[in-house]
């Protein structure tokens, strides 16, 4: 049989469900009979003084004395332990109600403490705090007090585990009492054992200054009986490259790049242009509504406040249409009329460089010629009272700073940079 293509087991290993966390792993025996245990508890808090507190204080105590350890109690206690879905909890208890029925009835003066009853003593599934294994052997430092209390006993209060101990932080060996390096014993007896962190500047240490280290850490060194910092930038060979500053702190170093930007000098020499800051670098770039030049960011921003606006027309193909006296849109020296490989190119009042402007502010009607009706919608009187169809304009693809024409022609869409100045020479192309 021929194996699966490995983009279908692929795609098939994506909508298998992912495996089980490790808090939905199933629960153990001790911890099942924990969880009941405490929601008996809870139970018992509950009915406590259930349907009591009326007032007649004679009455409510020989009542209360029956209710204690009543039935009754108890039944209203179990019908509160097990959620409708919990399956385990119902299976459990429907096992061992008749040894809580006897405990409750029984034995609960005797042995108040449920869980060691139930869970250790009864079922044994749990050992007490302080023991491990199937047999509830002591920790490693005894049962009263596991791992010297400077660390968690593996397995404590359950019947797994070896009872071998995870030290906390600052704490290493068997129990859990001596001092790993970079920490000294600030106590330690038959039965406490505390560590205390040395001064960061010793690897190991008898006390807490930078005076009492038996080693100097990383980046420090011994001087007149102390470690003290090293000045790394200070170095004959700086660590840091040409393009950073070098900064000291306590046991290393920082290398920071120097913002040629923020300098006294200026970076970016050119009229009007931005210098942005890079890591070991600068860039300098001109402003929006600037041209980038060899010698200066020129502006192209239309005269009078005006802004340049993208504005895009839906456009079938028409035979090139040039410019009277122009040579064509590729030129760089064309204004009105624009056209490139056939589609239409709107005329607007826009700039074609710093020193020239378009007059004409209509759009062609030779263009328009045989354009479907919906781009040639409704008609606005231009500035000088000639009426100028109105266009249906879509989402502007972008905008590029007219250089030349003024416009730029892709995939049958006009994108076209158009003025929208208030002078008086200028039309404001509003789209419909």
Not at 87 to 111: I, P, Q, T, V, Y
Not at 208 to 228: F, H, I, K, L, Y
């Amino acid at each position: 049989m021929r194996s699966p293509a490995p983009t279908a087991l692929g795609l098939l290993l994506l909508l298998l469900p992912p495996p089980p966390a490790e808090a939905a792993k199933k629960a153990t025996p001790c911890k099942r009979c924990r969880e009941l245990v405490d929601k008996f508890n809870r139970g018992m808090v509950d009915t406590a003084k259930k349907n009591f507190g009326g007032g007649n204080t004679a009455w409510e105590e020989k009542s209360l004395s029956k209710y204690e350890f009543s039935e009754v109690r108890l039944l209203e206690i179990t019908e509160g332990l097990c959620g409708s879905s919990d399956f385990e909890c119902h299976s459990l208890l429907e096992e061992h109600e008749g040894h809580l029925e006897a405990w409750w009835l029984r034995l609960k003066k005797d042995f108040p403490d449920l869980f060691e009853w139930f869970c250790v003593k009864t079922l044994k599934v749990c050992c007490s705090p302080g023991t491990y294994g199937p047999d509830c052997l002591p920790c490693q430092g005894g049962s009263q007090r596991p791992c010297s209390g400077n660390g968690h006993c593996s397995g404590d209060g359950s019947r797994q585990g070896d009872g071998s101990c995870q030290c906390h932080l600052g704490y290493q060996g068997a129990t859990c009492s001596d001092c790993m390096d970079g920490y000294f014993s600030s106590l330690r007896n038959e039965t406490h054992s505390i560590c205390t962190a040395c001064d960061e500047s010793c690897k190991t240490c008898t006390g807490p200054s930078n005076r009492d280290c038996g080693q100097c850490a990383v980046g420090w060194a011994q001087e007149d009986g102390a470690c003290m910092d090293v000045d790394e930038c200070a170095a004959d060979t700086p660590p840091c490259g040409n393009q950073q500053y070098c900064e000291n702190v306590n046991g290393s170093f920082v290398c920071e790049d120097v913002d040629e930007c923020a300098g006294p000098e200026k970076a970016c020499a050119r009229q009007h242009e931005n210098c942005y800051n890079t890591p070991g670098s600068f860039v300098c770039v001109c402003p929006e509504g600037f041209e980038d030049t060899e010698d200066a960011c020129v502006q192209t921003q239309a005269p009078g406040g005006g802004e340049w606006q993208a504005l895009a027309v839906h456009v079938r193909k028409l035979p090139a249409v040039r410019p009277e006296g122009g040579d064509g849109w590729g030129s760089g020296q064309t204004g009105g009329e624009a056209c490139l490989w056939g589609a239409l190119a709107v005329t607007a009042p826009w700039e074609v460089g710093p020193r020239r402007r378009v007059r004409d502010p209509g759009v062609s009607r030779r263009a328009l010629r045989g354009l479907p009706e919906s781009p040639r919608a409704a008609a606005a009187p231009s500035p000088e009272g000639r009426s100028v169809p109105s266009l249906h304009f879509q989402r502007p693809l972008g905008c590029v700073p007219p250089v030349s024409a003024g416009g730029l022609c892709l995939r049958g869409l006009l994108v076209a940079c158009v003025s929208v100045s208030e002078s008086p020479s200028s039309y404001k192309v509003a789209p419909q």
